[in-house]
């Protein structure tokens, strides 16, 4: 199985910055795809970044374009998302997740969440 942990949630004050974390453990040769998803109170699951494992081909939201950034960490098996000009109706809950390695992912399905077999229990991000 594996574990994933995030961490690095806050608060910040809008226009600043973040950056969340993600390590993953357990039978992380079986990772493939790794992402960051975000639950705002009283909304949907929403796609923000992702990172395919072989090519490292990086996909952001359009809504997030130009301000986030999605990174494999130093550390092996850890992900990164780097958050700027945050906005307050970005604050929600974020979570990364992780999909089987071998799985594919074209740009047009990288943020549909049920591609996604491992998850973290989310680190909370607030903007005001």
């Known amino acids: 199985d594996v574990q994933l942990v995030e961490s690095g949630g806050g608060s910040v004050q809008a226009g600043g910055s973040l950056r969340l974390s993600c390590a993953a453990s357990?039978?992380?040769?079986?990772?493939?795809?790794m992402g960051w998803f975000r639950r705002a109170p009283g909304k949907g699951r929403e796609g923000v970044a992702a990172?395919?494992?072989?090519?490292?081909?990086?996909d952001v939201a359009d809504s997030v374009k130009g301000r986030f950034a999605i990174s494999r960490g130093n550390a092996e098996n850890t992900v990164s998302l780097e958050m700027y000009s945050l906005k307050p109706e970005e604050s929600a809950m974020y979570y990364c997740?992780?999909?089987?390695?071998?799985?594919?992912?074209?740009?047009?399905?990288?943020?549909?969440?049920?591609?996604?077999?491992?998850w973290g229990q989310g680190t909370q991000v607030t903007v005001s």
């Open positions: 990172i395919t494992a072989t090519s490292g081909r990086t």
């Open positions: 357990g039978s992380t040769a079986s990772i493939g795809c």
């Open positions: 997740a992780a999909a089987r390695a071998g799985v594919p992912f074209p740009v047009s399905s990288v943020f549909r969440a049920e591609k996604y077999a491992y």
